[in-house]
């Protein structure tokens, strides 16, 4: 599809203005490909700090019942924007207590997630555990998860792995090894498992101590993220 000047030149001042390939194609009513195209035609590309700081990212993690989706549910999941504040949700006791279970929780997580251009997690990615968990549990209950190229994502994980040779590709002992304050409410399957008594002081207490873990977790992972990033590419790799 042939460009018109007047079009070249709306896409030459929503770039300026910091706008991401995928707001750009919306506002011009164009496919991805041919505005991602367009741009690298006329060298609009952004630099890597430009891209840092111009993009709106935010560090997520989730906590679950199991390491499998379709015998777990999400509990809580918290997604940090950077340098900026945590969005913190967490499932409702009655929507557990009713067969809702973690549906509204995921809802919510889908709906978030139109605030940011890219999600960075910890092991979480393709093949590993917090996007493919909660997209299982979007597919379960029929909800309408981000498809491919909806949005970015990044992993500490693989950076830590092929880029540094560490005892343990943890979370918990990256932090250690960096310098970065980590979790002091840590893993404990005795507050875990208070989530299947059914009995509500227990899963209150329970539930607010997962919270906490989990705020901990995202602001650790930002911390890490700003230590390492620079050692691999800027790339787009879609959800």
Avoid at 202 to 221: F, G, K, R, T, W
């Amino acid at each position: 599809m042939i460009w018109t000047p007047y079009e070249e030149k709306q896409l030459i001042q929503l770039r300026a203005k910091g706008k991401t390939t995928r707001e750009i194609a919306n506002a011009l009513h164009r496919s991805y490909e041919s505005i991602e195209h367009k741009i690298h035609r006329l060298g609009l590309e952004f630099k890597r700090e430009e891209k840092k700081k111009k993009e709106r990212i935010a560090f997520g993690d989730l906590e679950c019942s199991s390491l499998t989706a379709s015998f777990g549910i999400i509990y809580t999941f918290c997604l940090k924007k950077l340098d900026g504040p945590i969005i913190k949700r967490k499932i409702d006791l009655k929507d557990l207590h009713s067969g809702l279970y973690d549906k509204n929780l995921v809802k919510q997580f889908i709906e978030d997630c139109e605030e940011f251009d890219r999600l960075v997690f910890h092991y979480g990615t393709d093949r590993k555990f917090d996007l493919p968990f909660i997209r299982t549990r979007a597919v379960y209950w029929g909800l309408p998860f981000p498809e491919h190229k909806f949005m970015w994502v990044g992993d500490t994980h693989p950076i830590l792995k092929n880029k540094f040779k560490l005892h343990s590709n943890r979370l918990e002992a990256a932090c250690d090894f960096f310098g970065i304050p980590s979790k002091k409410h840590r893993l404990n399957t005795d507050i875990w498992l208070k989530m299947i008594t059914g009995n509500k002081k227990l899963m209150q207490e329970a539930i607010d101590y997962i919270m906490i873990h989990n705020v901990e977790d995202v602001v650790s992972l930002e911390l890490l993220w700003k230590k390492i990033y620079k050692y691999v590419p800027y790339v787009n790799t879609s959800i």
